[in-house]
């Protein structure tokens, strides 16, 4: 069974602490590896999409990476605008193209 | 165009009610999805709309659980003869062709409580 797991499960960071969350994920073949950001009370939002090992993409302090099993957001000197819950979802070769699998997400809070 | 809508943005209900949920999904957007989260959970997939064809139901939408999406707009979501374990917040989500390549856009969610 395609499955989605991360960790830590929450992450208490200093304000400029420097850390990454770990995606790993179980799936026969990946099509696609997606982050998202929620907020308390709204629905996630969209950061990134990873299709092989070895890509790279980056948003201001985020960088996601990829390899053939897991996946990684790196967070470069956090300010307290980056608490929030990182959800990583996947895509399976054998699911539809509009199937994608949550993870069920690292709580990060960054203290000023 | 502001997004995707979901109203209301809470529920509370008596077990053994109906309820009805509704998402306007962005306007050019042909895909519309609905997930479900509970507290410390990633969403889960429920159903997907394209245009107004329903394509993929999950197992967990039972036969309690109905959708429509008339006219490829707007979508609701129905629960029927509600049980305490229904309660969660519902998201819906839509996209431009495939999500996985272009991201989902969620609404903020309907929160679910069956007292």
């Known amino acids: 069974e395609d499955q989605v797991t991360q960790s830590p499960e929450a992450l208490r960071l200093q304000e400029g602490e420097s850390s990454s969350l770990n995606c790993s994920y179980t799936v026969s073949g990946l099509r696609g590896l997606f982050w998202y950001r929620q907020d308390p009370g709204k629905g996630p939002e969209f950061l990134f999409t990873?299709?092989?090992a070895g890509e790279e993409k980056e948003k201001e302090r985020l960088k996601a990476t990829l390899t053939k099993k897991e996946s990684f957001l790196h967070i470069t000197a956090p300010k307290p605008e980056d608490s929030a819950t990182y959800l990583c979802a996947v895509q399976a070769e054998e699911t539809s193209y509009d199937k994608v699998i949550f993870g069920p997400g690292t709580s990060l809070s960054v203290i000023p | 165009d502001t997004g995707v809508s979901q109203d209301p943005r809470h529920k509370i209900t008596k077990r053994g009610q109906n309820v009805t949920f509704r998402c306007d999904p962005i306007s050019e957007h042909n895909r519309l999805y609905w997930y479900r989260q509970t507290l410390g959970q990633g969403p889960e997939f429920l159903t997907y709309f394209q245009n107004e064809a329903q394509l993929e139901k999950s197992r967990l939408l039972s036969d309690r659980f109905s959708a429509e999406r008339p006219k490829g707009s707007f979508s609701t979501l129905e629960i029927q003869r509600t049980e305490q374990g229904d309660s969660a917040m519902y998201l819906c989500?839509?996209?431009?062709?495939?999500?996985?390549?272009?991201?989902?856009?969620f609404g903020s969610g309907t929160r679910l409580t069956v007292v």
């Open positions: 990873l299709y092989s």
């Open positions: 989500a839509s996209s431009l062709g495939h999500g996985a390549n272009y991201g989902y856009t």
